[in-house]
Nanobody, 119 residues
């Protein structure tokens, strides 16, 4: 089994910053693409950013220039540094990993961490 645990969410004022982390544990052979998605109330889950094992990065247009995704392969961890937050960034943020484990290749999701941007 593979488990993903997120941390770093919380309440922040508009214009503020937060850093999310997501660490994986379990019987992991390799981690390929890591990513962050978010889901706001009443909306569908949407892509925020992804980073491949080769370091290629993709951002949603809405977060370009404000958010930075990075990964630490030694720690099986992905980060999302968020700056210039605004109320539209309020959502539950989920990390996702593409993992090869002893059961094969699969996509795994964290439990989600709430980010609230409000004054």
């Amino acid at each position: 089994q593979v488990q993903l645990v997120e941390s770093g969410g919380g309440l922040v004022q508009p214009g503020g910053s937060l850093r999310l982390s997501c660490a994986a544990s379990g019987s992991i052979f390799s981690i390929y693409t890591m990513g962050w998605y978010r889901q706001a109330p009443g909306k569908q889950r949407e892509l925020v950013a992804t980073i491949t094992s080769g370091g290629s990065i993709n951002y949603a247009d809405s977060v370009k220039g404000r958010f930075t995704i990075s990964r630490d392969n030694a720690k099986n961890t992905v980060y999302l540094q968020m700056h210039s937050l605004n109320p539209e960034d309020t959502a539950v943020y989920y990390c996702t990993y593409q993992v090869r484990s002893y059961t094969g290749l699969g996509d795994y999701w964290g439990q989600g961490t709430q980010v609230t941007v409000s004054s």
